[in-house]
């Protein structure tokens, strides 16, 4: 079954396929609420009470798997279920069981059969997603400041930072895919796109996957992904936050994108936005991946900012 989960490295399925069975939750433990929290084109979340410990808790226990017992949780029930739709939830627990936990990750606390079909169960997060909170501002713009933003774009950067060094190229990294906690830590969701890296940190695409066209590096259209197109797809959710969740190239078709793209054309900026922002987007959107930053190199820039803003902040210095 596990064969079927994308490119999973053979020498991984056993060790995957042992844990997969490890993450099963029988539904008696799961009490659903009727009201839907959310509604995608393939799938549907629902709000849900776990009456027992997750298997995260028991395959990675640690302080902060440790609360994931008798607790609020979400599981997110597959429809239209298909070939592509079981190959999308083998990627996310492949990549769950991959990342075990990280406090920028949203975690996947295990999986079940619901409604006669597969469902995925993950930790309740209370705020919403980045880009509907973003949204929310969009007609007092001054409320947000850039302290915030970076702030969040940290969070990010530590957690893309963390998934790129397993090897895991997210595919889908959009504001959209961004949970936030009421206290604004974030969590990256989302991994039914999610490939794993060759020795050359490169994922060649054989198959055709629907992919979202309007956060697409430019080599993407050509199957080539790495942590460089998450990088271009990091900064496309940059221009995101900054045009309060504006729509990326408006209302062109994917054909126009790709066109406009490979003829070295790229998203504006707004006006309001400062020097720094353009510069990094600038260079997240380089055509040539290599002359990208890292997560780690972008990570460095916002502890550098938050540092800076910081410093000294509500103390005297006695010399």
């Known amino acids: 079954m596990l064969a079927m989960a994308g490119n999973v490295p053979s020498n991984d399925i056993q060790k995957v396929s042992n844990l997969w069975e490890k993450m099963y939750i029988d539904d008696k433990f799961i009490e659903v609420k009727k009201s839907i929290r959310g509604k995608g084109s393939s799938s549907i ?25 008798h607790c609020h949780a979400v599981i997110k029930v597959i429809n239209n279920f298909g070939h592509d739709e079981f190959k999308n939830v083998l990627r996310e627990v492949t990549a769950a069981l991959k990342m075990k936990w990280h406090k920028n990750v949203c975690c996947l606390l295990g999986w079940s059969i619901y409604l006669e079909t597969y469902s995925l169960i993950y930790e309740y997060v209370d705020g919403g997603d980045l880009l509907s909170w973003i949204k929310r501002y969009a007609n007092d713009q001054a409320v947000i400041t850039d302290m915030q933003i970076a702030k969040i774009l940290w969070q990010i950067t530590d957690g893309m930072e963390y998934i790129s060094s397993l090897g895991i190229i997210h595919k889908d990294l959009a504001a ?62 940059i221009w995101e936050v900054l045009t309060f969740g504006e729509i990326p190239y408006g209302n062109m078709t994917n054909e126009e994108i790709i066109k406009f793209i490979e003829d070295g054309n790229r998203l504006t900026l707004p006006s309001a936005a400062g020097q720094p922002w353009h510069m990094l987007t600038h260079d997240c959107w380089k055509y040539n991946r290599k002359d990208r930053p890292t997560f780690t190199a972008i990570k460095s820039l916002f502890t550098h900012f938050l540092k800076s803003k910081t410093v000294d902040y509500g103390y005297y210095s006695c010399k």
């Open 45 to 69: 979340v629902f709000d849900v009470f776990l009456r027992k410990k997750a298997p995260v808790a028991e395959l990675h226990p640690c302080l902060e798997t440790e609360k994931f017992k």
């Open 176 to 237: 959209r895919n961004i949970l936030l906690t009421a206290n604004f830590e974030v969590k990256i969701s989302d991994f039914g796109l999610a490939s794993f890296c060759n020795i050359d940190s490169l994922y060649h695409a054989t198959v055709q996957q629907k992919l979202p066209i309007r956060w697409m590096a430019v080599e993407c259209f050509h199957q080539i992904f790495s942590e460089a197109s998450d990088i271009w797809s990091f900064g496309i959710l």
